[in-house]
């Protein structure tokens, strides 16, 4: 049937229109893959015991990596509104995980920085997923496996930079 979407188990070689079948399968098994290990993730780190979302520890992440950011200096950078931003960023400013300062060069902006309790929060966190990401690599995949994922994290990250729409 023409346009149907993959994930109805239709034919694969017309939807999307143009692409080959082969590299829409490998879109749907990839999508499939990277939200069942988001989930999982989500799962092992204990962001559900703390009440947040993969969003804002990402938000956290950024904001401890790159530095204090202004709302709309998020939002670009994770390709979403500035009101899914700001809803984000609510509970992280309510729990003390985030702070708020007036922008050096422009007092009408403000910068947003992780706060210590933010950045406490977030190593307890990264520590959780890791260990159990660790013990899950080590136990499922061998040496080589390892290296082929290696190489897949990499073309991952390439096509999470990928423009789109």
């Given at each position: 049937?023409?346009?149907?979407?993959p994930?109805?188990?239709?034919?694969?070689?017309?939807?999307?229109?143009?692409?080959?079948?082969?590299?829409?399968?490998?879109?749907?098994?990839?999508?499939?893959?990277?939200?069942?290990?988001?989930?999982?993730?989500?799962?092992?780190?204990?962001?559900?015991?703390?009440?947040?979302?993969?969003s804002?520890?990402?938000?956290?992440?950024v904001?401890?990596?790159?530095?204090?950011?202004?709302?709309?200096?998020?939002?670009?950078g994770?390709?979403?509104?500035?009101?899914?931003?700001?809803?984000?960023?609510?509970?992280?400013?309510?729990k003390?995980?985030?702070?708020?300062?007036?922008?050096?060069?422009?007092?009408?902006?403000?910068?947003?920085?992780?706060?210590d309790?933010?950045?406490?929060?977030?190593?307890?966190?990264?520590?959780s997923?890791?260990?159990?990401?660790?013990?899950?690599?080590?136990?499922?995949?061998?040496?080589?496996?390892?290296?082929?994922?290696?190489?897949?994290?990499?073309?991952?990250a390439?096509?999470?930079?990928?423009g789109?729409?």
């Amino acid at each position: 049937m023409a346009g149907s979407c993959p994930k109805s188990g239709a034919d694969r070689t017309i939807w999307p229109v143009g692409r080959p079948s082969d590299t829409t399968a490998l879109a749907d098994e990839l999508s499939s893959a990277v939200t069942r290990i988001r989930h999982r993730l989500r799962e092992e780190t204990g962001l559900d015991d703390v009440g947040l979302s993969l969003s804002q520890l990402t938000l956290l992440n950024v904001l401890d990596k790159d530095g204090p950011r202004t709302a709309s200096e998020l939002a670009a950078g994770e390709h979403v509104s500035p009101q899914a931003i700001a809803q984000a960023l609510a509970p992280l400013k309510a729990k003390g995980f985030v702070t708020t300062q007036p922008h050096p060069a422009d007092r009408r902006k403000t910068l947003l920085a992780i706060s210590d309790q933010g950045r406490a929060l977030r190593a307890s966190l990264r520590d959780s997923r890791l260990r159990w990401l660790v013990q899950a690599l080590d136990e499922t995949l061998d040496a080589g496996e390892r290296r082929t994922l290696r190489e897949a994290a990499a073309l991952l990250a390439r096509l999470a930079a990928a423009g789109g729409k």
